[in-house]
Nanobody, 131 residues
């Protein structure tokens, strides 16, 4: 069973940093393609929004609100996705989710910003930034 497990959330003051991790397990890399992975966030009453995404070739993309502050990366040997968050702002407060597009086929499409394109999700980790 495929699992994505996030960690690294917590409470921090504005201007601080956090590093989120997402460990993926339960799949065979020989028969499955991890086409792309992403980080999303959600606050109460709002839709889940894409924060950052990374393709299988390492190409990255970011939401305008986090460009220059957040960095997405992955360690393929450890099957782990990261999100380094610097210069955090109170508006970054949200539940952060790791997501994966893991299929039996390889896609040539770039990483998607649409949540429905991701078929596996982690349980979320809370990030709270105080002013």
């Amino acid at each position: 069973q495929v699992q994505l497990v996030e960690s690294g959330g917590g409470s921090v003051q504005a201007g601080g940093s956090l590093r989120l991790s997402c460990a993926a397990s339960g799949y065979r890399s020989s028969t499955n393609y991890m086409n792309y992975m992403g980080w999303f966030r959600q606050t109460l009453g709002k839709e889940r929004e894409g924060v950052a995404a990374i393709d299988s070739d390492g190409s990255t993309s970011y939401a305008d609100s986090v460009k220059g502050r957040f960095t997405i990366s992955k360690d393929n040997a450890k099957n782990t996705l990261y999100l380094q968050m610097n210069s955090l702002k109170p508006e970054d407060t949200a539940m952060y989710y790791c997501a994966a597009n893991l299929r039996l086929w390889k896609t040539c499409a770039p990483a998607s910003w649409y949540a429905y394109e991701y078929n596996y999700w982690g349980q979320g980790t809370q990030v709270t930034v105080s002013s």
